[in-house]
């Protein structure tokens, strides 16, 4: 009897068959987990670029809240200064 026949042939086509399609399904699976790592990186790129245009836009919005337009000049308003010492305790 011959260990080489029919069956066994079928049979270890199709086992390199489902081990090639195997190892293609872990190339894309590496390739669409480095593409979702990407769009993280990009995406959180985004998002810590808008949230630095925000903190600026606040930061001039506060700069120029005490500020007062006279007669074509700009006169700014001390927000909490005082006149008189203050007494020693």
Do not use: C, W
């Amino acid at each position: 009897m011959s260990v080489i026949n029919r069956r066994n042939a079928v049979f270890g086509y199709t086992v390199l068959k489902v081990l090639e399609r195997r190892r293609k399904q872990r190339r894309r699976s590496t390739a669409r987990i480095a593409l979702y790592v990407g769009l993280g990186v990009v995406s959180a790129g985004i998002l810590a670029g808008l949230a630095v245009l925000v903190r600026r836009h606040r930061d001039d919005a506060g700069e120029h809240a005490d500020t007062v337009v006279e007669g074509g000049h700009v006169v700014s308003e001390p927000s909490a200064t005082v006149s008189e010492p203050l007494p020693a305790t």
